[in-house]
């Protein structure tokens, strides 16, 4: 070979060498480090999430493709087999739930009014009573649900501490099953149990409740007024732990909060993700809202500062990305689709392409003055604010826009209000948006708390924590499905004066709604 074609061969060689370092297939390409309302996940929440894009020409099977936010393990979390077509996006919730299994369909194999065996003790039952080589044989057999005092029971029972059902079912190949989904009405609490192994409980003391234990509180059942059952989705690793091939018993125990309670409620459901088209046991009620495949859930969360690193199924680190401090709601992202360009995002768009959403270049970090303290005045208040060649401002709340009044000279503060300011330089979106509270002639001698938000955080027709939204029941108290029920946050900022009018607090927070029917 001459020197020449020795030549060539070489910066072939390390041109090949240099494009396999440089170029990653799959990419991470977008990142959401503070979802409240952007897309929730299968549990109604609003978890982190990130999302995956297949960058090449080619499928790409991502089975032991690994991310994580540890640098000393970066196998934190694997990828199931699922394939990441070509131009593809794959939507990655960061909620530390670790669910990764897919779906095809659901079907459930236990339903409420199906044939139990029941028992309504007055003494302790066998240790063996939730296990499938229990003998029930003496146990008398009704129809679900079990209780009373609501008028949904179809068999009734009397006043009793507890009530204990059983329910066997068979699985033909649990390597089919890759999900279970209990949903069970209860008043007051309960514990679940599949061949003896806990998969559920809520409102009862830690430990196996004995029979006369009552329930740590008061829980009213749902369905009754139109509402749904409670969803609980089971463990992965319990499921294939606990279920056998062939006879298998789904076990529960309810508990009354007190004997001298109005009513009880057992009803339960018990459904199945089947990992492929077979047809194992019943269509899912009408009510039944679970997506036909999960979404992947990693075992870890996501916080601005740290980096969300991803392996291929070699182990080779194919691409990294330090999570830059983003507002609530807003993502970053590659723009267009997996290109080396990051942008941040007003309007994320998780699993759909970046190509075509609004974005910015990088928030303005520029700091704000007000010339006058957030406080208690007697008077008007002329406010100067500086820190930035551009500025823009709000007087109810609502977060300041780039369609917002421009700050151009001091702004005259005569009524009680919220003056909101943020940075807009440059093109640039603010990071922060600085609150200042003004209370004009409002005597008082009790400490004060301030909250301000946008208006929408709390009022919006759809998306307001204080409204009915689109899926409540709204005609029956305490309106289920609302709003209002849903376990969303919104930011606040939250200042607090003391007796003499002092400002001791000062800062971003989240707001959610928390009680059981006090919420209607």
């Not at 005259?412 to 909101?420: D, G």
Request: aromatic fraction near 12%.
């Amino acid at each position: 070979m001459n020197n020449s074609a020795f030549l060539r061969n070489s910066i072939a060689l390390l041109f090949i060498l240099f494009y396999g370092v440089g170029y990653s297939q799959v990419v991470i390409n977008e990142i959401c480090a503070s979802n409240s309302t952007v897309i929730p996940d299968e549990d109604g929440a609003y978890p982190d999430w990130f999302e995956l894009y297949n960058n090449g020409a080619t499928n790409v099977n991502l089975y032991n493709y690994a991310v994580s936010d540890n640098p000393a393990n970066l196998q934190k979390w694997t990828l199931p087999n699922y394939i990441l077509a070509p131009n593809a996006h794959l939507l990655i919730y960061a909620s530390n739930k670790d669910r990764k299994s897919f779906v095809h369909h659901w079907e459930t194999a236990i339903k409420d009014d199906d044939i139990w065996k029941y028992l309504v003790p007055t003494s302790e039952p066998s240790s063996t009573w939730k296990s499938i080589t229990f003998d029930d044989s003496t146990w008398p057999s009704g129809k679900g649900g079990f209780g009373y005092g609501d008028g949904d029971d179809s068999t009734i029972i009397g006043i009793t501490n507890s009530v204990y059902i059983r329910k066997t079912f068979t699985v033909a190949d649990k390597t089919k099953l890759a999900e279970a989904l209990l949903h069970i009405d209860y008043d007051d609490g309960y514990v679940a149990y599949l061949n003896g192994i806990e998969i559920a409980r809520a409102n009862v003391p830690s430990g196996i409740p004995s029979y006369n234990t009552d329930a740590s509180g008061g829980h009213e059942a749902t369905m009754y007024l139109g509402g749904l059952p409670e969803a609980r989705l089971i463990n992965h690793d319990t499921l294939l732990m606990a279920l056998v091939n062939g006879t298998n018993v789904l076990s529960i125990q309810v508990h009354n909060y007190l004997i001298s309670s109005s009513d009880l409620t057992a009803r339960a459901f018990l459904s199945f993700g089947i990992a492929d088209a077979s047809v194992l046991y019943n269509p899912t009620p009408a009510w039944f809202n679970f997506t036909s495949s999960l979404p992947m859930h990693t075992n870890f969360k996501l916080s601005a500062g740290e980096t969300l690193y991803l392996e291929n199924n070699l182990g080779t680190s194919i691409d990294s990305k330090i999570l830059v401090s983003t507002k609530t709601d807003h993502s970053y992202g590659r723009k267009p689709d997996g290109s080396s360009s990051w942008v941040i995002f007003t309007t994320p768009t998780p699993a759909a392409t970046n190509d075509a959403a609004t974005s910015f270049p990088s928030y303005c970090n520029s700091i704000l003055n007000f010339s006058v303290n957030a406080g208690f005045y007697p008077s008007t208040q002329t406010v100067a604010i500086t820190g930035a060649a551009q500025i823009r401002y709000t007087l109810d709340g609502s977060d300041p826009t780039a369609s917002s009044a421009l700050y151009s000279t001091p702004i005259s503060i005569n009524t009680t209000s919220v003056l909101r300011a943020s940075c807009f330089t440059g093109g640039t979106i603010p990071l922060q948006t600085y609150t200042n509270t003004y209370f004009i002639n409002e005597p008082t001698t009790l400490p004060v708390f301030s909250l301000s938000t946008d208006p929408g955080n709390f009022f919006d027709p759809i998306t307001g924590i204080y409204m009915l939204g689109p899926n409540a029941d709204s005609i029956n108290l305490p309106y289920f499905g609302a709003n209002f029920w849903e376990d969303w946050e919104r930011p606040v900022h939250v200042e607090f004066f003391e007796k003499d009018k002092s400002l001791i607090l000062d800062q971003d927070a989240g707001v959610r709604i928390y009680g059981n029917w006090s919420r209607a």
